[in-house]
């Protein structure tokens, strides 16, 4: 169910402004992203999920991938994280936290874990 209540449309805007300043991790995983083949999968990113923003979603296969940068290792920043990805896995979503650094430094293999996150081997 769709509401244009006024907090709704603060997380948009506050996504499309995220979008925008985007960091260089986040741009290069996007462009990356394209390199995986993603079959009936789309992902959005900086979208809204419930009371959060997050970093890249897949609403289909309900897949969230979190970027960390340097502000997660504040105090209090594991905590937040947790009860975020708490309220997530909840909802039903997946959460996959890859750090800044291994966009940068093994963009393959976080796309492999991204692929094999949303293709799991048969049995």
Not at 21 to 43: C, I
Not at 72 to 82: C, L, Q, V
Not at 87 to 100: S, T
């Amino acid at each position: 169910m769709k509401t244009n209540d006024g907090l709704s449309g603060f997380r948009r805007a506050n996504a499309k402004r995220l979008r925008a300043n985007a960091t260089s991790a986040e741009d290069r995983l996007w462009r990356a992203l394209d390199r995986v083949p993603l079959v009936k999968t789309h992902f959005r990113r900086q979208a809204p999920v419930g009371p959060y923003v997050v970093d890249f979603v897949s609403l289909r296969a309900r897949l969230v991938i979190e970027l960390d940068g340097p502000s997660h290792t504040e105090p209090g920043a594991a905590e937040k994280d947790a009860r975020r990805t708490a309220w997530l896995e909840n909802e039903g979503y997946r959460v996959l936290r890859f750090w800044n650094a291994d966009v940068f430094d093994n963009v393959d293999g976080v796309l492999e874990t991204i692929h094999a996150a949303l293709y799991p081997p048969s049995p």
